[in-house]
């Protein structure tokens, strides 16, 4: 019905009642129906006209504040019940007395049916001593009071909210309540978490290069150093020098020109480990160890060294290439470091989670204790650490191996250390 009908319909009523009234009155006063003389005729109708004017002026009134009062509703609408954050009244004991559509939405409940719910039932259980004490203090006080917190959709699903508390007074009862306001800052508390990981690994990184700096200048000045001496002693005194001494010092240019080559190259293969998004495949791990031995054939040989490997692997995930480089350099740690003359034993297992774990084991001297938890350490120069006597090697396997979704680690056994990479397995075994 619009607004002109029902106001029609409330002027018939009125008159109604009016008429009724009036016929009552005159029942019980016979002596008002005397007929007036014209002049008392006059002065009443002027009465009536004054009077009848006075009520449209007074309706006139009520209907402009009725306009008013729907306009000042429809903003209450707006700015409460269409808000962008949760509005809450919690009672003394923790009840809701009353939400708004946005509170009612971020707990996931309908509008007619939250009243009188404690709100705890919306906050993680793990949370609930703060609230408690958050609104123990806001009613103890009556000064706002404000926290964070993880609460509960209806569904199950978490997220953070901050709660902004002021007390006031009911206006029907007069008893202190508690007027709450509740913003989700999921988002927030997400880029947070983002930054502070952006700022440990940037902070990690730093170190890194730091150590990096130092590593590089350490492992690359020798070989220079050494590099340069026998081409300065070359320069000098070539027409002297015997044929044997003459190769020896073309010798020791050439082999220390390698090992400043190797480091090169593993320093571009760690920058490429931390950049590069490979895929896994099927490793081929007979292939693999191959053509780790293949790369290190010169030491092996020189070195009489006896390896012992398995006819049969378990099958793994991996990216073959870098794969290769960490068979190369447990192979190259384990010679170097290894027994006299060194004897190497290769074997996998199946881990209970479903991963494959390659090892080495040497015959050597193993690491003593006070040198163990610096090893994988990233740049970190030990006499035992390094495919080459310096300090990546390791860092190599453990960047190589996280990176494929793996870990390293080993086993001192006294005599000699077991070196192990975990990949994940595939279903098979590679012959």
Excluded at 393 to 401: A, K, P, W
């Amino acid at each position: 019905m619009t607004g002109k009908a029902e106001r029609l319909v409330d002027a018939a009523e009125l008159r109604r009642q009016a008429e009724r009234v009036v016929r009552e009155e005159t029942a019980r006063s016979p002596d008002d129906g005397a007929v007036l003389s014209p002049d008392q005729a006059r002065k009443t109708l002027h009465e009536l006209r004054v009077h009848q004017v006075q009520l449209e002026m007074q309706n006139q009134e009520l209907r402009r504040a009725r306009l008013e009062l729907e306009a000042s509703h429809a903003r209450y609408f707006d700015l409460y019940d269409l808000a962008p954050v949760g509005y809450v009244t919690i009672s003394e004991a923790g009840l809701i007395l009353e939400a708004n559509l946005r509170a009612a939405s971020l707990l996931g409940t309908p509008r007619g049916s939250i009243g009188q719910t404690p709100l705890t039932r919306f906050i993680l259980s793990e949370d609930q001593d703060l609230y408690y004490l958050h609104r123990r203090r806001l009613f103890e006080t009556t000064e706002p009071q404000a926290c964070e917190l993880r609460m509960v959709h209806q569904d199950g699903t978490q997220f953070w909210a901050h709660l902004s508390a002021t007390a006031a007074r009911d206006e029907e009862t007069g008893a202190l309540v508690c007027r709450l306001v509740v913003s989700d800052i999921t988002e927030r508390k997400r880029a947070d978490q983002a930054l502070r990981q952006q700022t440990i690994e940037l902070q990690s990184r730093n170190l890194e290069l730091n150590a990096f700096a130092h590593t590089v200048a350490h492992d690359l000045k020798a070989p220079l150093t050494v590099t340069a001496g026998s081409a300065e002693l070359l320069n000098l005194n070539f027409a002297t020098l015997s044929e044997e001494s003459r190769r020896a010092s073309l010798a020791s240019i050439l082999r220390n020109s390698r090992r400043m080559a190797s480091i090169i190259d593993e320093l571009l293969l760690l920058s490429e480990v931390r950049r590069a998004d490979v895929a896994l495949h099927r490793l081929d791990t007979p292939a693999l160890v191959a053509e780790a031995r293949e790369r290190l054939a010169d030491l092996i040989a020189s070195s009489g060294t006896e390896i012992v490997a398995p006819s049969q692997w378990p099958a793994a995930l991996g990216y073959g290439p870098w794969v290769a480089q960490v068979w190369t350099n447990y192979l190259s740690n384990a010679i170097r470091h290894g027994g006299r003359p060194p004897r190497v034993e290769l074997g996998a297992d199946t881990e209970t989670d479903g991963r494959v774990r390659f090892w080495v084991r040497d015959n050597g001297d193993g690491v003593s204790p006070e040198r163990q938890d610096l090893l994988f350490t990233p740049f970190t120069h030990l006499e035992h650490v390094g495919a080459h006597g310096h300090g990546l090697g390791l860092s190599i396997v453990r960047r190589i191996t996280e990176k494929l979704g793996g870990r390293c680690g080993f086993e001192s056994l006294g005599r000699g250390s077991v070196f192990h990479f975990s990949l994940p397995g595939a279903e098979g075994v590679r012959g």
